[in-house]
């Protein structure tokens, strides 16, 4: 698919003022610039954050009355559960939680729905068994914030009831004994845009600083926090929220600590993921978040709740074997529902004129909807709902968004079609009956042609910088590496330079393209991987990432390519 190349605007004075007052190379601060950052001490903060800037935890609302209420289960030894979603973000949630609530002497059980018995979020008959068991507190991750009918029930069964959780609310939220929540109106929590599992921890904050106070830990070892932020990068990531502000934090701070895979659960892990040495948050998301995912995506999670709270390495290592094998199952299923999805598409013409696109099939695998949905924005970019259809006749559907649109808005405005929804901007869920699906896909692509013009149907580049080629070097290609971790939020910086001249081609690896470039008495290699059916002129414009390529001991400038066009 042709891409548009989109320059940031560069503010070159602020540039320069930046690489004056904070002593960083002139690409690097036309970067930050290009990016909002125009404050030296905003930059420090973003390129060296500490724990220590974390914004008070007690400023979310509804943390006062929930550390009250936990301080209070632990004194009676009341029995709690833990209620948790079945993707990483929520297994991770439940998992850091039942870790730290143990530290602090409460004994809590935990139960994650089964996507397929249960459904998202809270389940009735799942509360009336946990209400049954003994249990008198309950506190959701991740999930929740949609979930009245079942708060009332919790109220009516005697239970008391915390919902944690990031997802989009309603116009009002659960009457629950605390509702955590940055987007609930009225918290003034200043970041918005945590994971559920960044909500978790920062629950975990607050209770260690209530209980200190309380002088428990006079008595026992107090719990490290910062041991928690493996699980919180791994939700973080998993969850694609942007890598800015408290997650950029918590993911720079939590790589340190899967590096290490102290956890036997996580070193497990990355031993059947082949992952070695330094991590990124590519490694996390296309090779980690995908096993822990794959039990729950296939039949159950607990798995990976399991994984990730063993202390029993034999344990962990089987463990980690079964979710592998459930990934490469998944994997299969995957690939032959986006070639069903895909043929619909095909068959049916409704491309590139549609502005969105809604399919359902009776064979679908629920659990890997969402995974191909996402692939089908990739390959037609535009919103995409999947529906998996029951043999019950009600259909649950998973949709991922485009850039620009507010994918959860969008499904808002077709609700009188659905029997449930819930989810953010760029994911989000559908319950329906299949007698609805026509109807439904019809009002989603009304409401689609209205918020989406030609422009935004078009996948964009965009390009940090146009750079001269004395600026590329490999003391760069050092200098960028202080933004990572990249993800959601925090891309890769993407470079152009132009005019360059083609002085060599081949094909590597049967699909990747080297290239030979020369430009102002500069040469330069270049890799672009699945790139060699390409067909450009002799002269390119380039964009590109630079880096540092290590072979038989010597390292040296690669540029990456990201795009290539022929030069005006």
Sequence with gaps: ????????????????????????????????????????????????????????????????????????????????????????????????????????????????????????????????????????????????????DEARLCRD???????????????????????????????????????????????????????RMQGLFEHRPEPDVRQLLD???????????????????????????????GRPGIAALKRVAGVEGDISCGQVAFRLAPRLNAAGRMESAVPGVELLITDDHRRAAVIAGELDAANSERQAVERSLFEDAARQVEQSGIWPACRSIVLASPVWHQGVIGIVASRMVERYYRPTILIAVGQDGEGRGSGRSIPGFDLLAAIDACRDTLSRFGGHRQAAGVALSASQVAEFADAFEAEARKRLGDDHCQPCLTLDCRVEPDEVTAALAEQLKQLEPFGAGNPEPVLMMNALDVTGRRVVGEHHLRLHLKRDGRSFTAIGFRMAGLTFGDTVDLAFVPEITTWNGTSRLQLKIKDIRTAE
């Excluded at 609310?169 to 918290?187: E, F, L, M, S, Y």
């Excluded at 200043?190 to 209980?211: C, D, H, I, M, Q």
Aim: proline residues 6%; contains cysteine; glycine residues 8%.
């Design 1 to 148: 698919m042709i891409q548009a190349w989109v320059e940031s605007p560069a503010d070159l004075a602020a540039a320069s003022a930046l690489t004056a007052s904070a002593g960083l190379h002139p690409v690097l601060a036309r970067i930050l610039a290009g990016r909002g950052y125009d404050d030296p001490g905003q930059i420090a903060d973003f390129l060296r954050p500490t724990l220590a800037a974390m914004p008070d935890p007690f400023l979310l609302k509804g943390m006062e009355r929930a550390v009250e209420r936990l301080c209070q289960a632990r004194q009676s030894a009341e029995s709690v559960c833990i209620y948790g979603d079945y993707d990483v973000d929520g297994l991770t949630s439940t998992a850091l939680l039942k870790t730290f609530l143990a530290d602090c002497g409460i004994m809590a059980s935990y139960f994650i729905p089964n996507r397929f018995d249960d459904g998202y979020g809270l389940n009735g008959e799942a509360i009336r068994r946990i209400v049954t068991s003994g249990v008198s507190l309950i506190i959701t991750v991740d999930c929740g914030i949609v979930s009245f």
């Design 157 to 211: 069964l005697g239970a008391d009831l915390i919902v944690t959780d990031h997802h989009t609310p309603r116009d009002t939220v659960p009457d629950a004994c605390a509702v955590i929540n940055p987007h609930q109106p009225g918290c003034t929590y200043p970041y918005k845009t945590l994971a559920g599992v960044g909500v978790a921890f920062n629950l975990a904050v607050a209770l260690r600083s209530r209980l």
């Design 231 to 261: 699980l919180v990068a791994l939700g973080t990531i998993a969850d694609v929220v942007p890598l800015t502000g408290q997650n950029r934090l918590y993911v720079q701070q939590g790589l340190r600590l899967l590096k290490r895979g």
